[in-house]
């Protein structure tokens, strides 16, 4: 099966700032998405990443504060921006396929805003 | 508004026994139903998806769908300290190939 990757693992950054997050597959995937997990909680999804097409949002989440890319079949890239402490979470891309709804995860981006 | 129910736990379980972990779900239109495992510190591992009414199998595991009763369920066999995780549920809505997930419930292996 495929395997996928993000970088970086984790990062610390100022109040602020933006940190763009990486995610790539080592085959071509249909359906790659970016979710978000704060501590002690589920997964939310923030948007599906379209290729060649601006991405999807879920209810909550916009494209000025997440900016995402997805440039071919293997490769997005999530941006977080203008931080705040409350951005701090783990950020997950994962992958599917078209017609399934199986999904499958990155090792995740730890994130912490001071 | 979709949801997906499930008990926080901590459920404890003795070691060798049966773990028996319980979703519930609002959408009665949702055909694909996931297990996903979470170590602490770690991503979600796909472990277990059922899409018929019934049980299906796989090794220690058994997942369990009842759609009238919109109820999936894992059951873990022979439990190990290993399987101490979070296990999250998850369930297929939209035509978009999106899942969402419930809060997970954390299991304790106690040997």
């Known amino acids: 099966s495929a395997v996928i990757s993000q970088k970086p693992s984790r990062d610390i950054c100022q109040r602020g700032t933006s940190l763009t997050i990486q995610c790539q597959v080592d085959?071509?995937?249909?359906?790659m998405f970016w979710y978000r997990q704060q501590p002690g909680q589920s997964l939310t999804l923030i948007a599906t990443?379209?290729?060649?097409?601006?991405?999807?949002?879920e209810s909550g989440f916009v494209i000025d504060k997440f900016p995402i890319s997805r440039p071919n079949l293997t490769f997005s890239t999530l941006t977080v921006s203008n931080m705040s402490p409350e951005d701090s979470s783990i950020y997950l891309c994962?992958?599917?396929?078209?017609?399934?709804?199986?999904?499958?995860f990155g090792p995740g981006t730890r994130l912490t805003v001071t | 508004q979709k949801e997906v129910e499930q008990n926080s736990g901590p459920l404890s379980v003795p070691e060798g026994a049966i773990a028996s972990l319980n979703c519930t779900y609002s959408?009665?239109?949702?055909?694909?139903f996931f297990w996903y495992r979470q170590y602490s510190g770690k991503s979600p591992e796909l472990i277990m998806f059922?899409?018929?009414?019934g049980d299906k199998e796989d090794g220690r595991f058994t997942a369990q769908l009842n759609k009238a009763s919109q109820y999936v369920s894992l059951l873990i066999r022979d439990s190990q300290p290993s399987d101490s995780a979070t296990y999250l549920c998850?369930?297929?809505?939209?035509?978009?190939?999106?899942?969402?997930f419930g809060s997970g419930t954390r299991l304790s292996i106690r040997p």
């Open positions: 059922i899409y018929s009414n």
């Open positions: 085959s071509q995937v249909t359906m």
């Open positions: 998850a369930v297929g809505y939209s035509s978009a190939s999106k899942i969402i």
């Open positions: 990443a379209n290729q060649g097409s601006e991405a999807t949002y």
């Open positions: 959408d009665r239109g949702s055909q694909s």
């Open positions: 994962s992958f599917g396929q078209e017609n399934s709804y199986e999904q499958y």
